[in-house]
């Protein structure tokens, strides 16, 4: 898992909270990621931020939000918006990527439940 | 954009037989193929990667090929062992976007 710390690793909400999953990096990686896992697919990415203070929407970004104001800091929050949040969330980073792929590195992940 | 499809989705094998899982893609703009490992309830370890302008490479007892032709690589993972088994994804990257995953293969290796 590197120097990718995602904290906590099991997380319990009721349904209409929101949450905020932490993310931080000590590998000076510019690029960070945000990844949901479901039993059965893929990682789908939520979220990824090249730079602080910029980032895009992956594929299913409706109902989280994000924010990059420190390069070892990548929060993301599981807003009350998200209809089926109970998933393993994964962050990752990596030294750049937009221009030039380089490998991710990924933290060690959250379950979270909404019951 | 792009796409990834990942067969075989369950993979069981004996230990000491090889393993081998393939993956295609769909935009031939994607340059950058890694492989991650995942151990249950743990996050995915990059195990092997490569990248368009090679056909091929090799780390002991793993290795991939990719054929941009046909636009698939493959997994070959030799002499098995039950620490092998664990969930196997693929997935594609083109520049300016971000990796795209396969579904991901559950290799399971018996003693």
């Known amino acids: 898992d590197g120097g990718i710390t995602q904290s906590p690793k099991y997380l319990f909400r009721k349904e209409g909270q929101n949450v905020t999953l932490s993310c931080e990096q000590n590998?000076?990686?510019?690029?960070m990621y945000w990844y949901r896992q479901d039993p059965g697919q893929g990682l789908r990415l939520i979220y990824y931020?090249?730079?602080?203070?910029?980032?895009q929407k992956g594929d299913i970004a409706e109902g989280y939000s994000v924010s990059r104001e420190k390069k070892e800091s990548f929060p993301l929050t599981v807003t009350s918006a998200q209809k089926n949040p109970t998933a393993f969330y994964l962050c990752?980073?990596?030294?750049?990527?937009?221009?030039?792929?380089?490998?991710?590195?990924f933290g060690p992940g959250t379950r979270l439940t909404v019951t | 954009g792009e796409n990834v499809e990942q067969h075989p989705s369950t993979l069981s094998v004996q230990e000491g037989d090889s393993a081998v899982i393939k993956c295609t893609y769909s935009d031939s703009a994607s340059n950058y193929f890694p492989w991650y490992k995942q151990e249950l309830g743990k996050g995915p370890q990059l195990i092997i990667d490569i990248r368009s302008n090679v056909g091929e490479k090799k780390d002991q007892r793993i290795a991939v090929t990719l054929n941009k032709t046909a636009k698939h690589f493959s997994l070959h993972i030799t002499e098995t062992q039950p620490e092998d088994s664990a969930v196997y994804f693929c997935?594609?990257?083109?520049?300016?976007?971000?990796?795209?995953f396969g579904k991901g293969t559950t290799l399971s290796v018996s003693s």
């Open positions: 990752a980073s990596s030294i750049g990527g937009r221009e030039i792929p380089y490998e991710q590195y």
């Open positions: 590998l000076n990686h510019d690029a």
């Open positions: 997935a594609a990257h083109q520049a300016g976007t971000a990796l795209i």
């Open positions: 931020s090249q730079i602080v203070n910029d980032f």
